[in-house]
């Protein structure tokens, strides 16, 4: 517990006994009671659905205050980081823990696009997938395959860190464009030098060899934004699998893989594309807001409100303001009107309105906004959560590594309380009924 300060002690009363715990306290002054040797002392384990109250490590990388609507990496608000950064200088920060200065900016970008090619035989798996696989599926697997052609190198640990570090950054973004381009059967636009790390995405996404594109700013500066909104968001499900995954000793690329399966879920960063699936089917069914609302409401239906809600934000996710700004700053920019937009905007204004969201502090999230977003830079529906896993990236990393360098840490492994059959014998095969 060396990264926090012990702050007293809290007693918990356990079948007439009284058990004192230490009290701990993190820079920002949230508390939490060790119970590390609960088990041991009662035969007691402690039950949280979902982890709710549980702090499973402590962290110096990100904070949140889910009441206030803050949110900082390595201290600094991402609204700062968002109006002064690249996505890349961020990515620095968390992995690195400090923004880089010039030359090591340079320095970063031209190792990234050192890196930035994928061996020509990776090239042949996207071949082999169906048509319409998901690109999430297709992201997840060369990310694990990553680790058969680029085996972590032996000796120095550090290196050997950095470097797949590197490749995991410089490489995920080019998997993610060449699977796009499979998928549309078009040819793959390599990685270029010159271009910096949104532009070379934004490259071999949408260049071709009949029209060579070129991206204006507002793109470039959109992109940049929405990745570093989306860099890292401390103990999500994505991060916790990351971890726990890194926890049993599995190498960095199978934990990345293992993420971006977590973060797939419509819960989680699938909720993007399912965002706009919802606004698309309200638009077709004649665009009856107040409907949808009242399904989202409704107990008996599975049905909730894409885009609304979250575990720790109970106030406007500062994420979400940052992505509607940069929704009506794109869609200025192509003089295009989306009625996609209009939709989103009513269903927030009426579901903000509506006592069961204010009462449950739901409030739009992340993937509110995004999707209107990638919609207007051309990136297709199936292809936004591959965006939210290329921006959450170097939180994943971030993650891994302090976890590595964790003195406490230990395999994840929670425990359970058992509801199943008591002990019984088997009856043999020709005996059962
Ligand atoms: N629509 C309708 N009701 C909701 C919604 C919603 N989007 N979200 C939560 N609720 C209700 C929920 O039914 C519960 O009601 P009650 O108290 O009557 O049982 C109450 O609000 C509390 O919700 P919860 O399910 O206990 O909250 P949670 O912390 O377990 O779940 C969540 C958080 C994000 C999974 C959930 O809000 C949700 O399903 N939202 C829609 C999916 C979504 O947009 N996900 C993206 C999250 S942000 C990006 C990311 O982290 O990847």
Redesign the pocket.
């Known amino acids: 517990m060396s990264m926090m300060d012990k702050k007293g002690s809290a007693e918990i009363r356990v079948n007439n006994r009284t058990l004192v715990y230490p009290l701990y306290a993190g820079t920002e002054g949230e508390q939490a009671i060790d119970i590390d040797k609960l088990r041991k002392e009662t035969g007691l384990i402690t039950y949280d659905p979902?982890f709710?109250n549980t702090g499973s490590c402590a962290s110096g990388i990100t904070f949140i205050d889910g009441e206030k609507g803050i949110l900082r990496y390595r201290g600094y608000d991402v609204i700062d980081l968002a109006q002064n950064c690249e996505f890349i200088e961020v990515a620095y920060l968390l992995i690195h823990g400090e923004l880089p200065n010039r030359q090591q900016k340079a320095a970063y970008s031209h190792l990234l696009n050192q890196h930035s090619l994928i061996h020509e035989d990776m090239i042949e798996f996207f071949r082999h997938y169906p048509e319409h696989s998901h690109p999430m599926a297709v992201l997840s697997a060369m990310a694990v395959s990553l680790s058969s052609f680029y085996p972590e190198m032996s000796g120095n640990y550090k290196e050997e860190i950095e470097m797949t570090v590197t490749r995991m950054l410089s490489k995920l973004r080019t998997i993610a464009a060449f699977s796009y381009k499979k998928s549309i059967g078009e040819p793959t636009i390599y990685p270029r030098h010159d271009l910096s790390y949104c532009e070379n995405f934004l490259n071999m996404m949408f260049d071709s060899p009949l029209c060579e594109e070129s991206y204006n700013p507002t793109m470039i500066n959109a992109l940049n934004k929405l990745l570093i909104i989306h860099a890292d968001?401390e103990q999500?499900?994505?991060a916790s699998v990351v971890r726990g995954v890194g926890s049993a000793g599995a190498n960095l690329y199978a934990s990345i893989s293992a993420g971006i399966c977590a973060?797939w879920g419509?819960?989680?960063?699938g909720?993007n594309q399912?965002?706009i699936e919802m606004l698309e089917q309200i638009q077709a069914e004649g665009g009856d807001v107040d409907k949808v609302i009242e399904r989202?409401?409704n107990?008996r239906s599975p049905?909730?409100?894409?885009?609304?809600?979250?575990?720790v934000y109970k106030s406007y996710?500062p994420r979400a303001k940052i992505a509607k700004t940069l929704c009506n700053e794109v869609i200025a920019s192509t003089n295009k009107h989306d009625p996609l937009l209009d939709i989103a905007m009513e269903l927030e204004g009426k579901a903000l309105a509506d006592p069961?969201?204010q009462e449950?502090g739901?409030y739009p999230?992340?993937?509110?906004y995004t999707g209107l977003t990638y919609r207007e830079m051309g990136i297709p529906t199936d292809m936004f959560t591959v965006m939210?896993a290329i921006g959450r990236l170097p939180g994943w990393i971030a993650q891994w590594m302090e976890m590595k360098k964790d003195p406490h840490g230990r395999i994840a492994r929670p425990r359970q309380i058992y509801t199943g059959s008591t002990a019984r014998k088997v009856i043999r095969i020709s005996r059962r009924k």
């Open positions: 979902g709710a968001h999500n499900c994505s973060l419509p819960l989680h960063g909720a399912h965002v989202a409401k107990k049905f909730r409100l894409m885009g609304f809600g979250h575990r996710d069961y969201f449950r739901l999230n992340v993937d509110f939210f």
